[in-house]
């Protein structure tokens, strides 16, 4: 491509609206950049040049004299170097570097203005930038383009030491990036993981089988270590039998005018489908709390989510309890049933730490 390096380049430059017709894409510096770069996180530069610098992996950002645009750009991507410059030819500034192509490429504004897309090959290239101003004054801002960049591409010649050690650069960076991902997601994993344990069984290593049953296991073994192991331990037939156990301590008192929660236990006894009200939670929610729902939301300290905080949290209302160690208590998974339905029944206690002293007593004899 030969360019005109005439003033007919840049007559429209002082049109009325500021606008540009001349050849070239409008981007909008600001700090003195713009950027001719792939998508990417961040950039750290360590300018060398008054014109152009480029990180390891190919992104280059170009200084203009205004600190903040528009200017014009553009970029010439070509088969073949376009030919020594004996002289600047009317360019006011003209430097050349060796750069990889990676992926995309575009011009960029700075901080996140409009996006160009550039058309090229990935690959290795030197790249040859020149600037022309006309009217341009440093450290302003321009209200109309005064400043023209050309941006030549082309690719390099084979085995250009250059260019070998910027990919070079790139590789190593990318591994390092790589691996320090690798290092902080393992990081996040086990802190995540090291605050489960805390949360959940109180800070103690779970064995394999009260691991395999879940967060409902939390609440039974900040209560009691030694119940919550035995009860993950059990067969399934013994799992069942503490989950009804744990529905009839949560019922055993309840008035039966209004709701009678019997004939659930029963059912639950027996191994049968829960009957009439019981299979429609929210009717029988319905029928034990008539009216308008009040909700009280309440922030959760760290002390009362401690170990001692399963003794000591105030009671919620024993039918509520009840309703929901019945829901627990239904479960598909015996053991999950069986730790559920005792944590809910614990929740309507008035005396926790006998109704733990009694779970214990009837899991361990």
């Known amino acids: 491509m030969q360019l005109p390096l005439d003033d007919d380049l840049f007559e429209s430059y002082s049109a009325p609206d500021g606008s540009w017709a001349g050849p070239g894409q409008v981007v909008h510096p600001d700090y003195h950049q713009f950027y001719f770069a792939g998508p990417r996180e961040e950039m750290a530069w360590n300018f060398d040049h008054d014109l152009i610098e480029a990180d ?17 750009v553009l970029v010439d991507v070509r088969d073949q170097a376009p030919g020594q410059l004996d002289r600047n030819d009317g360019w006011e500034a003209v430097e050349q570097i060796s750069i990889p192509v990676i992926g995309d490429r575009q011009l960029e504004s700075w901080g996140g ?5 550039v058309d090229i090959t990935p690959g290795d290239y030197e790249l040859r930038a020149h600037r022309r101003t006309w009217g341009a004054e440093y450290d302003t801002g321009a209200d109309r383009v005064h400043e023209f960049y050309l941006l030549q591409l082309w690719p390099a010649a084979s085995g250009v030491s250059l260019t070998t050690t910027a990919r070079a650069r790139v590789e ?3 591994r390092e ?30 064995s394999p089988s009260l691991e395999a049953v ?10 009691d270590w030694q119940l919550a192991n035995a009860i993950a331990e059990a067969n399934e037939e013994q799992q069942r039998r503490i989950a009804v156990w744990a529905v009839r ?19 639950l006894a027996d191994g049968r489908t ?19 729902t009040r909700v009280e939301i309440r922030r959760v300290t760290a002390a009362e989510m401690s170990e001692r905080s399963e003794m000591t949290r105030p009671p919620i209302a024993r039918e509520a309890a009840a309703l929901a160690a019945i829901r627990m208590a239904t479960g598909a998974d015996p053991a999950v049933a069986a ?26 004899g």
């Open 113 to 117: 203005g409009p996006i160009h897309p």
């Open 172 to 174: 190593a960076a990318e």
């Open 274 to 292: 829960l009957p009439p009200p019981f299979d429609d939670e929210s009717r029988v929610h319905e029928l034990l709390f008539p009216g308008p």
């Open 177 to 206: 990036r790589q691996d320090e991902e690798a290092r902080r997601w393992q990081a996040w994993d086990d802190s995540v993981a090291a605050e489960h344990r805390r949360t959940t069984w109180g800070g103690r290593e779970p």
């Open 214 to 223: 879940g967060p409902e296991s939390g609440p039974v073994a900040r209560a």
């Open 56 to 72: 390891p992996l190919g992104n280059v950002v170009v200084s203009t004299v205004c600190r903040m645009g528009p200017v014009a």
């Open 339 to 364: 730790m559920g339905a005792l944590s809910q029944a614990a929740a309507g206690q008035s005396d926790r730490a006998a109704f733990w002293s009694r779970a214990h007593e009837f899991v361990l």
């Open 249 to 267: 301590e949560a019922i055993q008192g309840l008035p039966t005018d209004v709701v009678d929660f019997g004939i659930a236990l029963e059912a």
